[in-house]
């Protein structure tokens, strides 16, 4: 199992940009990696996964042409780039790993490593 750890959360206006980074304790070649996001009331949304060095990814509806993800696995660590941020991107944000191949459909099998989550708050 590998242990996750985010940073990078905070509070941004209307249209401001958050990066946010997971660090693994493990190379994470053959892994799954992925962003969810839970607001309160709602559920778990998975919003990006990436697997591999060539780097097939996925993105939810919701983030489409705002976020990024990118992954430095040299370091272990994920990224999410926000941009364009509304209130509605407000929530939790966990990173998440499963040692499973993904692509255009993201998770195929729920993660099975979580990290502890870092807050986003986008303010109007």
């Known amino acids: 199992q590998v242990h996750l750890v985010e940073f990078g959360g905070g509070s941004v206006q209307t249209g401001g940009s958050l990066t946010l980074s997971c660090k693994a304790s493990?190379?994470?070649?053959?892994?799954?990696m992925g962003w969810f996001r839970q607001a309160p009331g709602k559920e778990r949304e998975a919003i990006a996964t990436?697997?591999?060095?060539?780097?097939?990814?996925y993105y939810g509806d919701s983030v489409k042409g705002r976020f990024t993800i990118s992954q430095d696995m040299a370091n272990s660590t994920l990224y999410l780039q926000m941009n364009n941020l509304n209130p509605e991107d407000s929530a939790m944000y966990y990173c998440?790993?499963?040692?499973?191949?993904?692509?255009?459909?993201?998770?195929?099998?729920?993660?099975?490593?979580w990290g502890q989550g870092t807050q986003v708050t986008v303010s109007s």
């Open positions: 493990t190379f994470t070649g053959g892994y799954c």
């Open positions: 990436i697997y591999g060095i060539s780097p097939r990814t």
């Open positions: 998440a790993a499963a040692r499973i191949f993904c692509a255009s459909e993201g998770f195929t099998r729920p993660p099975t490593s």
